[in-house]
């Protein structure tokens, strides 16, 4: 896959880039590695500096990189800008935080005592250079996600970033540059998916994060597991979003059509599988497919443009094959099934609802990257649980009740690594964010997400 940015708005190739070869990546690892024996021994005031410094750069230039992400990945410029603040804001919650989620850690007394040591501590130590292999679907907030705990736990890090945003992979290195970070604290690698393996297998990298597919997230844990070297990894998802017959229904349908259509349907966490209770059915799944309906579908850098177009040629024929395989087998359109009137140029597709859902569709079991929505009736609580954790995935769910007895149960029984009750999933940089199954392993965000890639050390004194 060439290295380009290709707007899905026209399908024009904009920018084209070409890759670093074996000296420029060795460049970068030798830059990494010296960078990193000095990072790891700054104060987290001087790291909280810098990172604050990015912050305020970026925040300075949410237009410019959002209409960059919109050219590159087609998102809606309102949702673009909204990624670039909500950058800035975990940037700030890690150069504030940091330093309280990595403390010394004291034993209790009696532990101590037990082992035979006059004092023990527990400190989280930085590991080295971190490899980040990162997806198109939110350039900027997936990178920052692992770029600020990783520079605030003073390791340093190395993007590889898909190969369809390259000039948002380009204006990471060059922010944190001018923020003021050494040398060699972040470098974006412009490389294709084949040299991820020499890079990875590199002694002087020392663990890799990855967002993205299943595949790409094997491929990585296989290559990090021969080298025995730490992995997290967020893959897909195939969210249910429950509605039960105490919901607010009115309330419920409206989220959802957001719930479904964030990023023009092109997230891991938005929710995909609609399990509406035979109570309730009739009303959400009208409208629910009234709201998808009347969505605006449209030139992403427009301002009124709530569903833009899909990344690429082929995501679109992926989609395409699903939503024909589910109605040739017997599912139903409610609304939209084909792509847009009126948009010759460009990976358009328009919203759409299916209901009638069985087994024997692809669409029951594979993840819709993309505007579609799968309607499911469900009879009780069990029911509703037991489709919910039907699939390989466990990213996240979605949960709609006032019955306090139902919210304990999906509190406890849906197999995901988030349970939103009467609301959509979202991540937050002070909340643990990850999945369970197929979906992945480890955490991003929060002092589980910053600790991840340090190495917890048992310091002990005798007595």
């Not at 993840?367 to 919910?388: C, H, M, S, W």
Request: glycine share 8%; charged share 25%; hydrophobic share 40%.
């Amino acid at each position: 896959m060439p290295i380009a940015t290709v707007n899905p708005s026209t399908g024009e190739t904009v920018r084209t880039f070409d890759a670093f070869d074996t000296d420029r990546i060795e460049e970068c690892l030798a830059t990494a590695a010296d960078a990193y024996r000095s990072h790891r021994l700054t104060e987290f005031t001087t790291r909280s500096r810098l990172l604050h410094s990015a912050a305020d750069l970026l925040e300075s230039e949410v237009e410019d990189v959002a209409r960059t992400m919109t050219t590159e990945m087609g998102k809606p410029i309102n949702a673009a800008r909204a990624e670039a603040k909500k950058c800035v804001k975990a940037m700030r919650w890690y150069a504030d935080h940091a330093a309280e989620a990595l403390a010394d850690e004291h034993p209790a007394a009696a532990d101590v005592k037990d082992s035979g040591a006059a004092r023990a501590i527990v400190r989280y130590r930085p590991i080295g250079p971190i490899l980040a292999v990162m997806p198109w679907n939110f350039p900027l907030w997936q990178v920052v996600r692992f770029a600020a705990p990783a520079l605030m736990a003073g390791n340093v890090g190395l993007l590889k970033h898909a190969s369809n945003v390259p000039q948002t992979a380009l204006y990471l290195d060059d922010l944190f540059r001018r923020a003021g970070y050494p040398r060699g604290c972040f470098q974006t690698l412009l490389i294709g998916s084949g040299a991820v393996e020499s890079v990875l297998r590199d002694r002087r990298v020392a663990a890799a994060t990855l967002t993205g597919s299943e595949p790409a997230g094997r491929s990585v844990a296989s290559i990090a597991g021969d080298e025995i070297k730490k992995t997290v990894l967020e893959l897909g998802g195939s969210d249910p979003y429950i509605v039960m017959p105490s919901a607010d229904v009115v309330r419920a349908a409206e989220v959802a059509v957001t719930a479904r259509t964030q990023n023009n349907g092109q997230s891991c966490i938005a929710a995909k599988r609609f399990l509406v209770h035979d109570e309730v059915y009739d009303e959400f799944a009208e409208r629910f497919t009234a709201g998808m309906a009347a969505l605006v579908v449209g030139d992403p850098q427009q301002e009124g443009t709530q569903v833009g177009p899909l990344v690429s040629e082929q995501g679109r024929a992926d989609l395409e094959e699903l939503v024909e395989d589910a109605v040739r087998l017997g599912a139903r359109t409610l609304c939209g099934g084909k792509r847009p009137e009126g948009f010759e140029r460009g990976w358009y597709y328009e919203p759409t609802v299916l209901a009638s859902i069985t087994g024997r569709m692809r669409i029951d079991q594979e993840e819709t990257f993309g505007p579609v929505a799968t309607l499911y009736r469900v009879g009780d609580l069990e029911e509703a649980i037991d489709l919910a954790n039907s699939t390989p995935f466990g990213l996240s769910s979605n949960a709609w009740t006032r019955d306090e007895v139902e919210v304990e149960r999906f509190e406890r029984d849906l197999e995901a690594g988030g349970v939103f009750i009467n609301g959509m999933t979202a991540s937050h940089p002070g909340l643990p964010f990850g999945g369970a199954k197929r979906s992945g392993y480890g955490r991003e965000l929060a002092g589980h997400g910053i600790r991840e890639f340090c190495n917890p050390t048992t310091v002990w004194h005798s007595a």
